[in-house]
């Protein structure tokens, strides 16, 4: 039985401080609920921020704070969405957040609000500064809250230069692991109170606890920081090896282990040596001691002085970046580190929670929920019919996501068999395209190329668009480098999508509008439903189409056609686009996604290396001359010529029998 087997926790956090809270917990058992907006919250996709991939079936970052936790997306600006909220709360033993106050009063979650109505719950809240004051409903991040004004850059680096950077995230592990034993002896107490509590701490706090019994010391300094060359102690210090490692001692009680520290570096002379031997002493002459320790320690390689120090009783480390704390083999036998296999294949080593139980066991990991993931599960066990979760979440009150369809916020796949489905998923937006967008386009067209089993990909997108082009809104915000920055990015991922080895087909469900009608050109075959709109409407803004509609159009449907349509910015039917030849087919538009599989099916039966080849002579034929794209063609004829599908297709043909494709 888990610890905490039994206790149900609603999570409606955001980012990592209040995640870390409910990650620990749910390590503990406890029954966690992640409670997320219906595009998911913005720490899904923060890893980019540190260069980690931030898709579904590899989010590394996301998952440190999100494990083992179960996940339901929901609109709660909606009344229905406030009733399922408060479904959730009604037996619910904690509910943590790390959301701004006036957020909180937007939405009468509260603790005010939600105590009077459930006395028995346990409240926890985490923010940048208290709940006191003029600075209690500042935005305070880690990097503000913690490491700024928590004073912790303020003592790390050299006197009267900048701070030192931050570490990203770690002022709020460290505070929300602090809340974590508030919460335990809140749950304790109730249970000899009968009565709820408010637990509240936040990132300010957490540094000012941390770094207290050197604040606390500095009242007596005129300047906290130190350099490496004077410190207070100069056995408390980093030095340098031979070949060139850095490593840093701590000796605590000077006298008993300064005669072994001078038989580590040879100069056993020093050992009595009064100027040295007593702590009073040395910090007068630091600055010479620490040169006599540079001296000797550059003496000898880090394998010798590892040995060295050992032997005296010496405490020490050597200084480990991130890789070597991932390739740590003692973190890795402690658990401290767990290697985790990610839902596309890949082996991570990601954090465990730092408290271990013998009789317990290993702690538990599951992956971290994909947006709205167990929504349909959780919403049966509250009491709703699956007729009213269909409607929630036709009318956008929920997400339902299947755990097999991949991806990031707004775009996401699913593959069956050899096709794969992409699927754009900013309905409210109208699938507006902003970097977020292009991030998890990028990212999802990775997934499915690196996929060898698909070879053909249908896109489509959810509600009334395809893809309506960029954001305004976010264009309307942007700066010139900000939104050079977007259009080369889109350019780039556009021409990833052109270049697939995959047969790329566009299934267009509504406007395709600007950017969304460039993607589309970008695909190898476009059909469209009755209802779709086509149109590169840039000039309208000032601007002309940035993602290649001035090239490919033309292209698609011949140069006067395409000028047209560029030069007036006007919108064009499905059934205008098929006259001229932008789209191959126009259909009803509750076929259009059975037809595009049609397609793809008679894709699917024709040698995969044959289809591949044709695709290159094709794409890369249209870039070059005629007789340079013959030249082309030829090399890839005689590519096919050579495989073992073109004997295996010759003895179809002559047996009469369907072909078995090996894909040699």
Same mark, same amino acid.
């Given at each position: 039985?888990?610890?905490?087997?039994?206790?149900? /926790?609603?999570? &409606?956090?955001? $980012?990592?401080?209040?995640?870390?809270?409910?990650?620990?917990?749910?390590?503990?058992?406890?029954?966690?609920?992640?409670?997320?907006?219906?595009?998911?919250?913005?720490?899904?996709?923060?890893?980019?921020?540190?260069?980690?991939?931030?898709? @579904?079936?590899?989010?590394?970052?996301?998952?440190?704070?999100?494990?083992?936790?179960?996940?339901?997306?929901i609109d709660l600006k909606t009344e229905e969405g406030q009733e399922i909220m408060h479904r959730l709360l009604a037996d619910a033993d904690v509910f943590i957040t790390n959301y701004r106050i006036q957020a909180l009063e937007t939405l009468n979650l509260t603790y005010e609000e939600l105590s009077r109505k459930y006395p028995l719950l346990v409240y926890g809240f985490l923010n940048g500064f208290g709940t006191q004051g003029e600075m209690a409903r500042d935005p305070g991040f880690d990097v503000i809250s913690f490491w700024a004004r928590g004073s912790v850059l303020g003592f790390l680096g050299e006197p009267n230069g900048s701070p030192a950077s931050s570490l990203p995230a770690g002022g709020?592990?460290?505070?929300?692991?602090?809340?974590?034993?508030?919460?335990?002896?809140?749950?304790?107490?109730?249970k000899k109170t009968g009565k709820g509590e408010k637990v509240e701490s936040s990132l300010y706090h957490g540094a000012i606890w941390s770094t207290g019994l050197f604040n606390t010391a500095s009242n007596y300094w005129e300047n906290p920081r130190k350099t490496r060359s004077k410190p207070d102690s100069p056995l408390a210090n980093s030095f340098q090896s031979q070949d060139r490692k850095w490593f840093f001692i701590g000796v605590m009680e000077y006298?008993?282990?300064?005669?072994?520290?001078?038989?580590?570096?040879?100069?056993?002379?020093?050992?009595?040596?009064?100027?040295?031997?007593?702590?009073?002493?040395?910090?007068?002459?630091?600055?010479?001691?620490?040169?006599?320790?540079?001296?000797?320690?550059a003496k000898y390689t880090m394998e010798e002085l590892e040995s060295r120090l050992a032997e005296a009783d010496i405490a020490f480390s050597r200084v480990f970046d991130a890789h070597d704390i991932n390739r740590d083999p003692h973190a890795l036998?402690?658990?401290?580190?767990?290697?985790?296999?990610?839902?596309?294949?890949?082996?991570?080593?990601? #954090?465990?929670? #730092?408290? *271990? &139980?013998?009789?317990?066991?290993?702690?538990? %990991?599951?992956?971290? #929920?994909? /947006?709205? *993931?167990?929504?349909?599960?959780?919403?049966? @066990?509250?009491? $709703?019919?699956?007729?009213? /979760?269909?409607?929630? $979440?036709?009318?956008?009150?929920?997400?339902?996501?299947?755990?097999?369809?991949?991806?990031?916020?707004?775009?996401? %796949?699913?593959?069956?068999?050899?096709?794969?489905?992409?699927? &754009?998923?900013?309905?409210?937006?109208?699938?507006?395209?902003?970097?977020?967008?292009?991030?998890?386009?990028?990212?999802v067209l990775e997934e499915i190329e690196a996929d060898g089993e698909i070879r053909v990909v249908i896109l489509t997108g959810e509600g009334k668009a395809f893809v309506a082009g960029a954001d305004i809104e976010a264009f309307g915000r942007m700066t010139v480098e900000e939104n050079y920055k977007?259009?080369?990015?889109?350019?780039?991922?556009?021409?990833?999508?052109?270049?697939?080895?995959?047969?790329? /087909?566009?299934?267009?469900?509504? &406007? @395709?509008?600007?950017?969304?009608?460039?993607?589309?050109?970008?695909?190898?075959?476009?059909?469209?439903?009755?209802? @779709?709109?086509?149109?590169? #409407?840039?000039?309208?803004?000032?601007?002309?189409?940035?993602?290649?509609?001035?090239?490919?159009?033309?292209?698609?449907?011949?140069?006067?056609?395409?000028?047209?349509?560029?030069?007036?910015?006007?919108?064009?039917?499905?059934?205008?686009?098929?006259?001229?030849?932008?789209?191959?087919?126009?259909?009803?538009?509750?076929?259009?996604?059975? *037809?595009?599989?049609?397609?793809?099916e008679r894709i699917c039966k024709n040698a995969p290396i044959a289809i591949q080849s044709a695709l290159k002579a094709i794409k890369e034929g249209r870039e070059v001359s005629l007789d340079e794209g013959l030249k082309i063609e030829i090399e890839c004829f005689d590519l096919c010529f050579q495989t073992k599908d073109r004997i295996e297709g010759v003895k179809a043909f002559f047996g009469n029998r369907a072909p078995v494709w090996s894909g040699e």
């Open positions: 039985m888990g610890l905490l087997e039994g206790i149900k /926790i609603i999570d &409606f956090t955001t $980012y990592i401080a209040g995640s870390i809270v409910t990650r620990i917990l749910a390590d503990y058992k406890a029954d966690v609920i992640k409670v997320e907006p219906l595009t998911g919250e913005p720490f899904r996709v923060w890893g980019r921020t540190l260069g980690a991939p931030t898709g @579904a079936q590899e989010n590394p970052m996301f998952e440190v704070g999100n494990a083992n936790k179960k996940g339901i997306s709020d592990v460290i505070s929300g692991t602090y809340l974590v034993g508030g919460i335990l002896a809140a749950l304790y107490g109730r006298e008993r282990h300064w005669p072994g520290l001078c038989r580590v570096i040879d100069r056993i002379d020093l050992s009595d040596d009064a100027r040295y031997l007593y702590f009073e002493n040395a910090n007068k002459n630091s600055v010479e001691m620490t040169r006599i320790l540079d001296e000797g320690f036998e402690n658990d401290f580190l767990r290697v985790v296999t990610m839902p596309n294949g890949n082996s991570v080593p990601l #954090p465990t929670s #730092p408290c *271990q &139980f013998r009789k317990e066991g290993l702690l538990p %990991w599951e992956h971290a #929920p994909q /947006i709205g *993931q167990d929504a349909a599960a959780i919403l049966l @066990a509250l009491g $709703y019919g699956n007729e009213e /979760i269909k409607d929630l $979440y036709e009318r956008s009150i929920i997400s339902l996501e299947n755990p097999r369809e991949w991806g990031g916020r707004y775009v996401k %796949w699913k593959k069956d068999g050899s096709i794969a489905f992409l699927r &754009f998923t900013r309905p409210q937006a109208l699938n507006a395209m902003d970097m977020d967008f292009l991030h998890d386009l990028d990212e977007m259009l080369e990015y889109g350019l780039k991922v556009t021409r990833k999508l052109e270049l697939m080895k995959k047969t790329t /087909i566009a299934a267009v469900n509504g &406007f @395709a509008l600007g950017g969304g009608c460039e993607l589309a050109l970008a695909c190898d075959i476009r059909i469209a439903c009755d209802t @779709a709109v086509f149109g590169q #409407p840039e000039v309208g803004l000032g601007i002309i189409p940035g993602g290649g509609g001035t090239q490919r159009l033309p292209r698609a449907v011949g140069y006067g056609i395409a000028t047209e349509m560029i030069v007036t910015g006007d919108q064009i039917s499905a059934q205008r686009a098929l006259e001229i030849g932008l789209v191959s087919k126009v259909v009803p538009k509750d076929e259009l996604i059975s *037809q595009a599989v049609l397609l793809a």
